[in-house]
Protein backbone atom coordinates (compact mmCIF):
# COMPACT_ATOMS: atom_id res chain seq x y z
CA UNK A 1 0.00 0.00 0.00
CA UNK A 2 2.73 2.38 0.73
CA UNK A 3 4.41 2.41 -2.64
CA UNK A 4 0.79 2.31 -4.38
CA UNK A 5 0.28 5.71 -2.56
CA UNK A 6 3.72 7.21 -2.92
CA UNK A 7 3.71 6.07 -6.43
CA UNK A 8 -0.12 8.18 -6.75
CA UNK A 9 1.19 11.17 -5.42
CA UNK A 10 4.32 11.53 -7.20
CA UNK A 11 2.25 10.94 -10.29
CA UNK A 12 0.00 13.77 -9.07
CA UNK A 13 3.15 16.03 -8.30
CA UNK A 14 4.31 15.35 -11.85
CA UNK A 15 1.08 16.43 -13.10
CA UNK A 16 0.99 19.29 -11.10
CA UNK A 17 4.31 20.29 -12.28
CA UNK A 18 3.45 20.57 -15.69
CA UNK A 19 0.66 23.35 -15.05
CA UNK A 20 2.52 24.94 -11.92
CA UNK A 21 6.48 25.12 -11.42
CA UNK A 22 5.81 25.99 -7.85
CA UNK A 23 3.49 22.65 -6.69
CA UNK A 24 5.17 21.27 -3.82
CA UNK A 25 4.48 17.23 -3.63
CA UNK A 26 2.41 16.10 -0.61
CA UNK A 27 1.85 12.39 0.23
CA UNK A 28 -0.93 10.74 0.29
CA UNK A 29 -2.35 9.64 4.24
CA UNK A 30 -4.23 6.60 4.87
CA UNK A 31 -5.95 5.29 8.10
CA UNK A 32 -6.59 1.55 8.15
CA UNK A 33 -9.08 -0.35 9.74
CA UNK A 34 -8.59 -3.84 10.64
CA UNK A 35 -11.92 -5.57 11.57
CA UNK A 36 -10.63 -9.18 12.84
CA UNK A 37 -12.68 -11.26 14.37
CA UNK A 38 -13.46 -10.91 18.11
CA UNK A 39 -10.04 -12.88 19.99
CA UNK A 40 -8.55 -13.25 16.50
CA UNK A 41 -4.91 -14.08 17.48
CA UNK A 42 -3.81 -12.37 13.65
CA UNK A 43 -5.01 -9.44 15.01
CA UNK A 44 -1.75 -9.28 17.33
CA UNK A 45 0.64 -10.41 14.54
CA UNK A 46 -0.94 -7.27 12.67
CA UNK A 47 -0.26 -4.86 15.63
CA UNK A 48 3.08 -5.93 15.69
CA UNK A 49 3.69 -5.98 12.39
CA UNK A 50 2.50 -2.13 12.40
CA UNK A 51 4.58 -0.92 15.40
CA UNK A 52 7.66 -2.63 14.01
CA UNK A 53 7.33 -0.54 11.05
CA UNK A 54 6.43 2.40 12.56
CA UNK A 55 9.86 2.05 15.08
CA UNK A 56 12.19 0.27 11.62
CA UNK A 57 10.75 0.89 8.65
CA UNK A 58 10.21 -2.28 6.43
CA UNK A 59 12.65 -3.61 3.65
CA UNK A 60 11.67 -0.72 1.47
CA UNK A 61 10.39 2.16 3.62
CA UNK A 62 12.35 4.00 6.22
CA UNK A 63 9.73 4.66 9.53
CA UNK A 64 9.17 8.02 8.75
CA UNK A 65 7.88 7.31 5.09
CA UNK A 66 5.56 4.79 7.25
CA UNK A 67 4.46 7.36 9.37
CA UNK A 68 3.50 9.72 7.03
CA UNK A 69 1.69 7.58 4.35
CA UNK A 70 -0.14 5.56 7.36
CA UNK A 71 -1.95 8.43 9.26
CA UNK A 72 -3.70 5.98 11.69
CA UNK A 73 -4.31 1.96 11.88
CA UNK A 74 -6.93 1.02 13.96
CA UNK A 75 -7.64 -2.82 14.85
CA UNK A 76 -11.56 -3.37 15.35
CA UNK A 77 -13.93 -5.89 16.22
CA UNK A 78 -17.31 -7.20 14.37
CA UNK A 79 -18.63 -6.02 17.48
CA UNK A 80 -17.72 -2.50 16.78
CA UNK A 81 -18.49 -2.47 13.19
CA UNK A 82 -21.76 0.01 12.03
CA UNK A 83 -22.50 1.22 15.08
CA UNK A 84 -21.70 4.83 16.58
CA UNK A 85 -18.17 4.60 17.75
CA UNK A 86 -18.49 8.12 19.93
CA UNK A 87 -21.10 6.48 22.55
CA UNK A 88 -21.10 3.11 22.22
CA UNK A 89 -22.17 2.18 25.58
CA UNK A 90 -25.09 4.56 25.57
CA UNK A 91 -26.82 4.77 22.24
CA UNK A 92 -26.07 1.86 19.96
CA UNK A 93 -27.32 3.97 16.77
CA UNK A 94 -26.43 2.51 13.73
CA UNK A 95 -24.13 4.30 11.73
CA UNK A 96 -21.89 3.47 8.83
CA UNK A 97 -18.23 3.18 9.67
CA UNK A 98 -17.35 0.10 8.03
CA UNK A 99 -18.38 -2.02 5.25
CA UNK A 100 -18.61 -4.72 7.33
CA UNK A 101 -19.61 -6.93 5.17
CA UNK A 102 -17.16 -10.49 4.35
CA UNK A 103 -18.36 -10.17 0.55
CA UNK A 104 -17.14 -6.35 0.69
CA UNK A 105 -13.50 -7.58 1.96
CA UNK A 106 -13.29 -10.61 -0.27
CA UNK A 107 -13.72 -8.62 -3.41
CA UNK A 108 -11.40 -6.11 -1.78
CA UNK A 109 -8.80 -8.85 -1.62
CA UNK A 110 -8.66 -9.55 -5.11
CA UNK A 111 -9.52 -5.83 -6.46
CA UNK A 112 -6.38 -4.78 -4.54
CA UNK A 113 -4.36 -7.30 -5.91
CA UNK A 114 -5.40 -7.07 -9.60
CA UNK A 115 -4.69 -3.29 -9.23
CA UNK A 116 -1.33 -4.10 -7.57
CA UNK A 117 -0.40 -7.15 -9.91
CA UNK A 118 2.57 -5.42 -11.59
CA UNK A 119 4.24 -3.47 -8.39
CA UNK A 120 3.90 -7.04 -6.87
CA UNK A 121 5.77 -8.65 -9.23
CA UNK A 122 8.58 -6.36 -9.96
CA UNK A 123 8.70 -6.10 -6.03
CA UNK A 124 9.21 -10.13 -6.26
CA UNK A 125 11.68 -9.91 -9.30
CA UNK A 126 13.95 -6.77 -7.50
CA UNK A 127 14.00 -7.41 -4.06
CA UNK A 128 13.68 -10.88 -3.83
CA UNK A 129 15.85 -12.17 -7.12
CA UNK A 130 12.76 -14.26 -8.92
CA UNK A 131 12.27 -15.07 -12.31
CA UNK A 132 9.27 -12.87 -14.18
CA UNK A 133 7.75 -16.70 -14.44
CA UNK A 134 8.10 -17.36 -10.53
CA UNK A 135 6.99 -14.15 -9.84
CA UNK A 136 3.93 -14.67 -11.83
CA UNK A 137 2.98 -17.66 -10.73
CA UNK A 138 3.48 -16.61 -6.52
CA UNK A 139 1.09 -14.08 -7.84
CA UNK A 140 -1.35 -15.64 -9.33
CA UNK A 141 -1.76 -18.17 -6.42
CA UNK A 142 -3.05 -15.99 -4.53
CA UNK A 143 -5.45 -14.36 -7.21
CA UNK A 144 -7.07 -18.10 -7.47
CA UNK A 145 -9.01 -20.40 -5.31
CA UNK A 146 -8.07 -24.09 -6.17
CA UNK A 147 -10.18 -26.76 -4.70
CA UNK A 148 -8.77 -30.04 -5.31
CA UNK A 149 -10.86 -32.20 -8.47
CA UNK A 150 -12.35 -28.68 -9.39
CA UNK A 151 -11.91 -26.27 -12.42
CA UNK A 152 -9.62 -23.23 -11.52
CA UNK A 153 -11.48 -20.36 -9.88
CA UNK A 154 -10.71 -16.99 -10.60
CA UNK A 155 -12.78 -14.40 -8.73
CA UNK A 156 -11.41 -11.19 -10.01
CA UNK A 157 -12.86 -12.35 -13.66
CA UNK A 158 -16.01 -12.05 -12.49
CA UNK A 159 -15.45 -9.39 -10.29
CA UNK A 160 -13.94 -6.60 -12.28
CA UNK A 161 -16.52 -6.63 -14.70
CA UNK A 162 -18.76 -5.50 -12.13
CA UNK A 163 -16.97 -2.67 -11.06
CA UNK A 164 -15.47 -1.37 -13.55
CA UNK A 165 -17.73 -1.00 -16.44
CA UNK A 166 -17.61 1.37 -19.62
CA UNK A 167 -20.19 3.65 -20.04
CA UNK A 168 -21.57 4.33 -23.82
CA UNK A 169 -23.04 7.56 -24.72
CA UNK A 170 -26.61 7.10 -26.57
Do not use: W
Not at 80 to 92: D, K, L, M, R
Not at 118 to 131: G, M, P, Q, T, V
Amino acid sequence: MAYYFIKSAYEEYEAEVMVNKNAKYHNYTVKLRYDGDIELTVRNDFRNAFSHSISNGTKRFTSDAFKEIFDEVRFIDKSEIGFCTVCPSTCNSRQISHAGSEIVDFMAVYVARSIAYEALKNDLIRYEEKSEEEAEKIINRNMHIEIQGKPLIKPIDRILPKIFFETTDH
